[in-house]
């Protein structure tokens, strides 16, 4: 067991007669006591509704919630706590971005350029603004091995393109796309870049002022934190432009029978009782993350990619999707004649958790030509051993269903 997974306190037991191996960090990750007893000690002394009473549990409620805000801006190096806006997680931060920016900015004849690899996510928002306005979704090509050539890609960028909506590095492949370089392009034409990071925050260090991003969304949950809370990234200048989609209590600023008005950036976009505890944890998540340091978090999650990468092409019949170097935290692969749900479940009565499925990536695995895949995927937590018996338990799936298969 590595040094991090005494942390982890699900990762301390036995899974159908075998130690636990988790390698579902991509969907979501396990929370390390530090997290776990934050949001415990917050119910249990601070526990109060914020920007409310002038109680002391309100004060500090309130103290423990705008302090998460504000770790949220330093780990991604936001200009102001302005541009933090606390959401449920990454999906419903894009959707703010659809629905109050995109539906109100962009109209008939414009373009919205995607990847082939992006999650449900961060596609269907964007295939109802197309509906809405009559802005037209269009394609960048991927490479055989699942990266984008930037060439390719400002071709493709034009006066006409009024958003770029891409994932900093694909759930299913482990890609890491030219953020930078495309920023450069889409800025160019005044266009605006939307970065889907749930799986790149958790990963690696992200500076949202040096990458030029116009929006960033993230969810807690995939980087050691609660779920149920998430983070929209937006420059200033823009989150201005937008109204509110929720109303209610905490976002007014003055309210009569017939009109009311808002409160300043961020509140404006944080209607009803938020998710305290949720942001709580996001701060100690944060805390712990950066105690290790991103740089030895991404360093580590390379190096089990490369490891793993490397034993999985062992296995004869076993075929591996992406990049083969300058990936992040998962392989994604199949054996051929079964299906990866099989596989799954042969890992399963192993006592390892894989996913298996389509993972909300439906036009990639088309682009695959695949119906589903296996995906393993790691953490701080994982190591070298998991990757190991990960294999093992490949090689007796492949053994079982070969002798099932005759």
């Known amino acids: 067991m590595n040094r991090y997974a005494k942390d982890f306190p699900i ?11 988790y390698l579902d960090s991509s969907a979501t990750s396990q929370k390390p006591i530090q997290v776990i007893e934050a949001v ?8 109060s509704n914020v920007h409310r009473g002038v109680h002391t ?3 500090r409620a309130t103290e423990d919630y705008e302090g998460a805000r504000e770790k949220v801006r330093r780990f991604i190096h936001a200009a102001s706590p302005k541009e933090i806006i606390f959401t449920r997680g990454t ?32 596609l269907i928002p964007w295939q109802q603004v197309a509906k809405v306005t009559g802005a037209r979704l269009k394609y960048f090509p991927l490479e055989p091995d699942g990266t984008l050539d930037p060439a390719k890609a400002e071709v493709m960028i034009t006066e006409r393109t009024k958003l770029v909506a891409i994932a900093q590095v694909s759930n299913v492949l482990g ?51 609660p779920t149920g809370i998430g983070v929209l990234y937006g420059k200033e200048r823009l989150l201005e432009q937008m109204e509110p989609v929720e109303f209610g209590g905490e976002m007014i600023d003055h309210v009569d029978l017939y009109e009311s008005t808002w409160k300043e950036l961020p ?20 805390d712990y993350l950066e105690e290790i340091g991103m740089a030895e978090v991404e360093r580590h999650d390379r190096r089990l990619a490369a490891y793993a990468l490397e034993r999985l092409e062992q296995v004869e019949g076993l075929e591996v999707y992406g990049p083969r170097e300058d990936r992040i935290g998962l392989v994604t692969f199949n054996i051929r004649g079964i299906h990866p749900h099989d596989v799954a479940t042969v890992l399963d009565s192993e006592g390892i958790a894989v996913r298996a499925g389509h993972h909300c990536c439906q036009p990639l695995m088309r682009w695959l030509d695949v119906s589903a895949t296996a995906r393993a995927s790691f953490h701080i937590y994982n190591d070298e051993d998991d990757i190991d018996r990960l294999v093992k ?3 007796k799936a492949k053994e079982f ?5 005759g």
């Not at 495309?182 to 690696?204: E, K, N, T, W, Y």
């Open 11 to 21: 990762l301390n037991q036995v899974v159908n007669g075998h130690p636990l191996v």
């Open 40 to 47: 415990e000690e917050y119910y249990k002394k601070d526990n």
């Open 57 to 59: 549990l309100g004060t």
């Open 91 to 122: 999906t419903s931060a894009i959707n703010l971005v659809a629905i109050s920016y995109a539906r109100t900015h962009l109209s008939e004849g414009d373009e919205i350029l995607l990847s082939p690899s992006e999650h449900h996510s961060n």
């Open 175 to 225: 890609t890491i796309f030219p953020l930078k370089e495309l920023a450069r392009m889409v800025h160019r034409h005044d266009g605006i870049l939307m970065v889907d990071g749930a799986q790149s925050v958790p990963h690696m260090k992200v500076d949202v002022q040096d990458l030029d991003c116009d929006f960033l969304a993230f969810s807690g949950h995939k980087m050691l934190g």
């Open 267 to 286: 509140w404006k976009f944080e209607g009803g009782t938020p998710v305290i505890a949720g942001a709580v944890g996001l701060g100690a998540a944060i």
């Open 393 to 395: 338990a490949v090689q």
């Open 401 to 405: 269903f070969g002798d099932v298969l």
